[in-house]
């Protein structure tokens, strides 16, 4: 979001999830004004010419001080950047730059259009095969996960169990991959429920859908958000597996249908 109109007409930001400085240096976004007006920029560092300002380029902190958006309007001043209708609280998209190449779709923003791409089809496919879920289901497409509380509230009181679909940790360490879906037992808020995730798994050897199992240390789900508003069923976590979380992420289309198999396994249950 917008947190200062500089001096120089640039825009100084405040960040809305975990993502780091570094990892949209460059990118193009759009700024939504109030006024319902669109304006484009570019995120760069405040020292960004290499001719100008040479090793420096290279010493800058990237973080919230050094970061600004260049707007691609005619703006040197305060004033005139507020003349476009751009103010503070005005919200900032990254392009997702969108591009899907022999299965693998990259993209910003996997985590987690990847998950809600999965259990649309898993709707789309029931609807279209004339089925029903074994049990009343509600699906709840929150947007505040990345901020920790997307999942708080929303739920019916009947409620018996949670499957939270989010993306899965590609990296170091790992077991997941960007081919398969994964459950995660545990992660920074502690184990996800164990009997619930048990009968998951066999659910997947019985429909014949590989998968992985894996524990992310630097993670939070929106089930770990129901449970911390004081939420008390069970909840398991699955998910595909995305690499460079929080950058510009790309999964497989595999890991994609993998997923989506196994929200129709556990629905159809």
Request: hydrophobic share 35%; with cysteine; glycine share 10%.
């Amino acid at each position: 979001m917008v947190k200062e109109i500089k001096s120089n007409g640039r825009l100084k930001l405040t960040k809305l999830g975990g993502f780091s400085w570094n990892a949209v240096e460059g990118e193009g976004c759009t700024i939504f004004t109030q006024g319902g007006e669109t304006v484009r920029g570019s995120i760069l560092i405040d020292a960004a010419s290499g001719h100008v300002y040479g090793t420096a380029v290279d010493a800058t902190k990237r973080d919230d001080d050094h970061m600004e958006v260049r707007l691609d309007a005619r703006t040197t001043s305060q004033t005139e950047t507020e003349e476009l209708g751009i103010e503070v609280g005005n919200f900032v998209a990254f392009d997702p730059r969108v591009e899907v190449t022999n299965g693998f779709v990259r993209s910003r923003h996997l985590d987690d259009k990847a998950g809600v791409a999965s259990l649309v089809t898993a709707i789309k496919s029931m609807h279209e095969a004339g089925l029903k879920p074994a049990q009343d289901s509600i699906f709840h497409f929150s947007n505040y996960e990345e901020v920790g509380h997307g999942a708080a509230s929303g739920f019916p009181a009947n409620m018996s169990e949670l499957l939270a679909v989010d993306m899965a940790a590609v990296g170091k360490g790992q077991t997941s991959d960007e081919f398969n879906v994964t459950i995660c037992v545990k992660d920074s808020g502690g184990p996800y429920h164990h009997g619930l995730s048990q009968r998951l798994r066999q659910l997947a050897n019985e429909h014949e859908i590989p998968f992985k199992v894996d524990i992310y240390p630097h993670y939070g789900s929106d089930g770990e958000a129901y449970w911390r508003a004081g939420g008390d069923v069970a909840v398991a976590l699955i998910g595909p597996g995305v690499d460079a979380s929080h950058n510009y992420e790309r999964t497989h289309t595999d890991a994609l249908v993998a997923t989506t198999k196994w929200v129709l396994a556990y629905l159809l249950a």
